[in-house]
């Protein structure tokens, strides 16, 4: 009887000591933190709000409006501050259902991420995935 509680104890242990860190490729909060764009001309945050994930520019290399935005009232709000990454959750691998709005075309796509090493791959589409375009945000150290 004592050697099954011994076994048990030692499952429990081992449970807590590999198991959770396991079911995650990337914690939850891996993600958080500043990247380059694509481009290298602009410094985007990634932060929590509660369980979900989102993104603003917090440097231009070049300050604009929003002016290619669809709606007149937003067209004068400045970029940087911009909250363009909105709603996503973490599935243990992938943050999804979220979306991005890009302020060169004014257009707001349904995106998912995911961390590669210190790149950040973004995934912007329409309707499923499949047709899409990925850019990757390399992490600033």
């Known amino acids: 009887m004592k050697k099954?509680?011994?076994?048990?104890l030692l499952a429990l242990l081992s449970l807590f000591t590999f198991g959770f860190k396991s079911v995650y490729k990337n914690p939850p909060n891996d993600i958080v933190?500043?990247?380059?764009?694509?481009?290298k001309d602009a410094k985007i945050e990634i932060y929590l709000k509660g369980?979900?994930?989102?993104?603003?520019?917090?440097?231009?290399?070049?300050?604009?409006k929003d002016s290619k935005n669809p709606l007149k009232a937003f067209q004068?709000?400045?970029?940087?501050?911009?909250?363009?990454?909105t709603?996503?959750?973490?599935?243990g691998t992938v943050y999804s259902g979220g979306e991005i709005y890009d302020p060169e075309t004014g257009k707001t796509y349904s995106s998912k991420m995911s961390l590669e090493g210190n790149k950040l791959k973004v995934r912007g589409y329409i309707g499923i995935s499949l047709f899409g375009r990925?850019?990757?945000f390399e992490r600033i150290k």
């Open 33 to 39: 933190g500043l990247y380059w764009s694509p481009k």
């Open 87 to 91: 709603g996503f959750s973490y599935d």
């Open 4 to 8: 099954i509680q011994v076994y048990i």
């Open 134 to 136: 990925t850019e990757y």
């Open 76 to 85: 004068t709000r400045d970029i940087v501050g911009l909250e363009f990454l």
């Open 51 to 64: 369980a979900q994930c989102f993104g603003r520019f917090v440097w231009l290399s070049t300050p604009r």
